[in-house]
């Protein structure tokens, strides 16, 4: 398994699950498929995947991992079988343009976003997709929601 990690070293880019039984938030990535040639493979394809609905080709994921590795600003962490590679923000603006210039469309989208609040404020809300919404945390050890603010949150839907 493996997956990518977006922060700016206070704030970290994340995806809510909302089809899942217990809905959450979580990060991108996945499962190793057949035509993943490597671990990089897997992060890459099921990130792109989460965040656009799309399948990408392993040409577009070799010239992912190109520009990536050429750039030189990646972390690894391997965690027993899991294996998190860390990017920037400015990696994942860099990802934009590259799709932008390869002419990559997503459904959850009406212009390609270019830039990280066009991707999170004009994304298509689709709960059929795996990653419903786009979201930005703290990079905190201990994280929680405060179980008031999730009171609100449902008051509010039911007075919606």
Known sequence: ???????????????????????????????????????????????????????????????????????????????????????SFDNLELLLQLLQKNNIHSNLYDKFPSNISELIFTRKIDVNVEISHLCLLPLKEKLKINSDFIKDINHFLVQK
């Open 1 to 87: 398994m493996a997956g990518i990690f977006f922060t700016n070293g206070e704030l970290v880019l994340c995806g809510y699950q909302s089809n899942k039984k217990i809905p959450n938030i979580s990060g991108f990535g996945g499962k190793k498929e057949d035509n993943d040639k490597t671990l990089m493979h897997t992060a890459i394809r099921e990130t792109l995947e989460e965040l656009f609905n799309i399948k990408p080709d392993i040409e577009l994921i070799d010239n992912i991992i190109l520009i990536f590795n050429t750039n030189k600003i990646t972390r690894l962490i391997i965690n027993n079988d899991y294996y998190l590679v860390i990017y």
